[in-house]
Structures are given as C-alpha cells and as structure tokens.
C-alpha cells in the first residue's frame, strides 16, 4: 500500500505474538486482520466474521498505545514496541526503544532503535533536552542565568550536574569557579519563597 502523504511504501508485518490477529506498519498504524472465530448463541455454534480494521491509539505516559486482545484477554501495548518487534532485529536483546528526533508520536521505523536503559536516559537529556520529571530551577551567580534543572545548567557550563546540585544543596562552596542556587524555595516559617544559597 503507498502512503500519499510522504509518498512511502506501506508495508505490513505480523505483530509477534498476536500472528493472525493483528499487524502493524512500518509507519506506525496498528490494524486488526480480517478473520472468522467460532461463537455460541446459546447451546447453537455458528461461525462469526471480524473485518479488519485500523486501530485508533490513544495516549499512556506520553506515548502511543492500542488495546490488543486475544483469545479474550485485552493487552494494551505501546505501538513503538510494535514496530521494533516487528521491523527492528534486537540480537542484543535490548529492553529499551528511543525515539531519535525526541516525538514519541512519529512511531516511523526509521525513527526508532533498541537500546539500553542508560542510553535512553541519555538521549532523553543530552540530544532532546528533555528535563527530568520533578527537576527544580536552579541559578547561577555568575552568570545570571536561571536554568529549568541542574542538567540544563550542566550542559550549558559543561559541568556534571550532580555537583551542580550539591554546590546549590551545600555540599560544595563552588564547582569550577560557579555559585549555585536552587530558586523558588519556600520559607516554612514565613512562607515567602526565596533562593537559598551557601558561598
């Protein structure tokens, strides 16, 4: 089948595990296959016909997933995990699949790959900028400059950021040369906000 919109090739591949039932695309679309089960209607047994049809996704955590279910038990499985198993061989049996240009909707296979747990993070951080959940603003002395989290600061200073976060905690005075405070902390005696800092 030829996608009109990028002009792609469509292809098709038996989703591992639910051979028969569904298949999935090396663009990321999910179908169900057109097949005939046995049902009863009472005691009568009579033959019943499923058409295929394309799944609609709907979203978990940020990501793209569709309910699959067989032999009556729904399943709801992350459509990036689809195309890997189906497209992408893993002979160093990966558990982790990164999404290169950093949209966890464009589930294209050209656009995914196995990986490690520590790669993942990485990429997140380093390549995507993604800041970690729970990430405080951090700000620095010198510069002036309010950072969303350590990482971002670390990586416009080209310091590690856990010292960041221990110059800014007060385990350290200073790391290189830079003072760091964490911004927007909360007076529990006064409840003002303010930043907290030790030089």
Same mark, same amino acid.
């Given at each position: 089948m030829l996608n009109t919109q990028c002009n792609i090739e469509e292809?098709?591949?038996?989703?591992p595990d639910y051979e028969g039932y569904y298949e999935v695309s090396n663009l990321g679309h999910i179908r169900s296959i057109e097949r005939e089960v046995e049902a009863r209607n009472g005691k009568t047994a009579y033959k019943k016909i499923f058409k295929g049809r394309l799944l609609?996704?709907?979203y978990s955590?940020?990501?793209?997933?569709?309910?699959?279910?067989?032999?009556?038990i729904a399943h709801s499985v992350p459509i990036h995990k689809c195309v890997c198993k189906a497209f992408i061989p893993n002979p160093e049996g990966f558990t982790d699949i990164n999404h290169k240009n950093g949209d966890r909707?464009?589930?294209? *296979?050209?656009? /995914? #790959?196995?990986?490690?747990?520590?790669?993942?993070?990485?990429?997140?951080y380093y390549v995507n900028m993604r800041e970690?959940?729970?990430?405080?603003? *951090?700000?620095? /002395? #010198?510069?002036g400059i309010t950072y969303p989290s350590c990482m971002a600061a670390g990586r416009a200073l080209n310091i590690d950021n856990s010292?960041?976060?221990? *110059?800014?905690?007060?385990v350290y005075k200073q790391m290189k040369g830079y003072h760091f405070v964490f911004v927007g902390k909360t007076d529990p005696k006064t409840g003002k906000r303010y930043a907290q800092y030790y030089m």
């Open positions: 292809i098709w591949r038996d989703i609609r996704p709907h955590r940020g990501y793209l997933i569709v309910s699959l279910c067989r032999n009556g909707e464009d589930n294209r *296979v050209e656009n /995914l #790959e196995w990986c490690t747990r520590q790669y993942n993070i990485w990429h997140s970690p959940s729970g990430s405080k603003p *951090v700000l620095c /002395l #010198e510069t010292a960041i976060a221990d *110059v800014a905690k007060g």
